[in-house]
């Protein structure tokens, strides 16, 4: 074990114009990297976070899953890690993980988090979808719900997020 060393993840980070995120782009990239560790992915990956504004994520929610509205965060997968065509210490292709700042800003409020923990939290979320969980039905979303708890227990957080509900999702058919 004293000859493990950190994967090298790598994260390509790109904002809209105008728009900015309520966390560091360091804070993302580490956040992303503590859930890739904790999740055991043993090769590198490659995730693409984009910050949009409300109108743009509504475009790709419309085009991707013909959703005519926005949303928080929408999560397009590539490859998985566990992929047996990827080459033995190949990088995964992960895929993109997408999030509107200000639709969230609004969200954190009604759930009593603060702008940035819903984001921390919303960051999660699309990262676990990429890894292969989902919250279709009751059990796949307690599974989820618990293991994004567990999760941001180990992220810097403004305040301590006591229960994941993923009901903000699943509630008016988001993913």
């Not at 809209?16 to 309520?22: K, S």
């Not at 009593?112 to 921390?120: K, L, M, P």
């Not at 979808?129 to 989820?144: P, V």
């Amino acid at each position: 074990m004293g000859s493990e060393r950190a994967l090298e993840h790598e994260f390509d980070l790109s904002f809209e114009e105008g728009v900015v995120a309520p966390v560091t782009e360091d804070e993302m990239c580490a956040d992303c990297s503590l859930v890739l560790e904790r999740e055991g992915v043993e090769r590198p990956c490659m995730v693409s976070i984009s910050v949009v504004s409300e109108e743009r994520i509504r475009a790709l929610n419309d085009a991707w899953r013909d959703v005519d509205r926005a949303t928080d965060v929408i999560s397009l997968e590539c490859e998985r890690p566990d992929d047996p065509d990827l080459a033995p210490g190949e990088p995964c292709e992960l895929g993109d993980i997408v999030l509107a700042p200000a639709y969230i800003a609004r969200q954190a409020a009604s759930f009593g988090t603060t702008e940035a923990d819903e984001f921390r939290l919303l960051l999660t979320h699309g990262l676990l979808h990429l890894l292969g969980y989902d919250h279709l039905d009751d059990e796949e979303a307690s599974a989820m719900e618990a293991r994004e708890e567990e999760l941001l227990a180990l992220m810097p957080c403004d305040r301590p997020i006591d229960h994941v509900i993923l009901t903000r999702h699943r509630e008016d058919g988001d993913a």
